[in-house]
Nanobody
């Protein structure tokens, strides 16, 4: 079994910064892509950023230049550094990871439980 646990959310003023973390644990053989998604009230979940196993990154246009995704494979952890936050960034942020396990062999995506980010003065 694999678990993803996010942390680092909270309340921040417009223009402020937050750093989200997501740690994966369990019977992990390898983690391929890792990413972040968010869901604002009354809206569908949307993709924010992805980082592949070789470190390549991609970002949604709405966060490009403000957010940075990174990963620490020794800790099975993905991060999202969020700068210049705007009220429209308010959402529940979820991490996602494509995980390979052995015994039994599985290759599937896992989700964290979400962490609330609120940008407000």
């Amino acid at each position: 079994q694999v678990q993803l646990v996010e942390s680092g959310g909270g309340l921040v003023q417009p223009g402020g910064s937050l750093r989200l973390s997501c740690a994966a644990s369990g019977n992990i053989f390898r983690i391929n892509s890792m990413g972040w998604y968010r869901q604002a009230p009354g809206k569908q979940r949307e993709w924010v950023a992805t980082i592949t196993s070789d470190g390549s990154t991609n970002y949604a246009e709405s966060v490009k230049g403000r957010f940075t995704i990174s990963r620490d494979d020794a800790k099975n952890t993905v991060y999202l550094q969020m700068n210049s936050l705007k009220p429209e960034d308010t959402a529940v942020f979820y991490c996602n990871a494509d995980v390979v396990t052995l015994l039994p062999y599985t290759a599937r995506a896992y989700w964290g439980q979400g962490t609330q980010v609120t940008v407000s003065s």
